[in-house]
């Protein structure tokens, strides 16, 4: 672990704020065309084909579950940081939603405070998950010096996809998937670790240029969803006795046109062909998601779910990290890391698997943006 871990005689300093930077997502149906407005911004989607996109909100009546499982998660990070006397604020910002980012960062300046780390809800690297999250954080901090409001530095904490506190909830919650399907098909069953498909083009820029990750194929990206898969898939088999499991990464979520190649297999298409190989049953492992917002409800708990039924194929879905105590323990002992570091202290990184702990600051040609570069916060 971080030599900064129980460090809170230190505390957080120099930072003086936590932000929990996130997606957003509606929360009543009128909320639903302005909201994919937000983030379709610029690439002038008629409202008519958003209705058509956002139908699978409509199902849900308008909510997306996402801004709830965030204030359990603001609940639980805080709840942690006091119950071990780490004296940090915690504030909550979204992309494309209330609260937007750009009013929170106004609240903590006006709160007076200026030295910000900041924990995106994406836990691996690649454009969407990372770089727009700085870029939005560039533009929200240009607002408020437009302003004429105190700067301030923002800091983004590291990647966590293999900290040991995102992982293990996620062999608990795939065990425990594999404990509600039929004991006949229990250990036959195989896993289906599922993230959101990306662009094949984003996903091999995806990472640092020096990197090793980002030379393989499918970048970091795919590296790291690879890395956590394996880590997950030898747990299970420890604790299980099953030792020969299969299991695959596969992909869900795919919006773009139908003639650019996206990451694949297609979650669906995985599981007609693993209905086709003669498997028992599947347990869907989503662990390019934090928690279960709507791509997950939807695309795997709805469509996935109905495929498989279609196919007469068992299936059981493992749950997300979302506000998960042990999730909330790492985030401290991401910030207390990070901390340390900004210090000049020396410090361990906790990290599990083959790829070791992320960089603390992204080089500036990290996953860039793909239609055309614009600035970003929190890089050298």
Known sequence: MSDARNTTRTGAAPYDALLLLSFGGPEAPEDVVPFLENVTHGRGIPKERLREVGKHYFLFGGVSPINGQNRALLAALREDFAGHGLDLPVYWGNRNWAPYLVDTLRGIAADGHRRIAVLATSAYAGYSGCRQYRENLADALAALAAEGLPELRVDKLRHFFNHPGFVEPVIDATAAALERLPEEVRAGARLAFTTHSIPDTMAETSGAPDDPARGRPGGAYVAQHLDVARLV????????????????????????????????????????????????????????????????KYDLDTEAVAKAAELGLPVARAATVGADPRFAAAVRELVLERAAAERGEPVTRCALGALGPGHDVCAVACCPNPRAPRPAAAER
Not at 238 to 248: L, M, N, Y
Not at 254 to 274: F, K, V, Y
Request: net charge negative.
């Open 233 to 296: 898939a030898a747990a299970v088999a420890e604790r299980t006795g099953v030792a020969d499991r299969p299991w695959e990464l596969v992909y869900q979520s795919r919006s773009g046109a139908p003639h650019t190649p996206w990451l694949e297999p297609d979650i669906c298409d995985h599981l007609e062909a693993q209905h086709a190989d003669g498997a028992p049953a599947v347990v869907m492992v989503p662990i390019g998601f934090v928690s279960d917002h709507m791509e997950v």
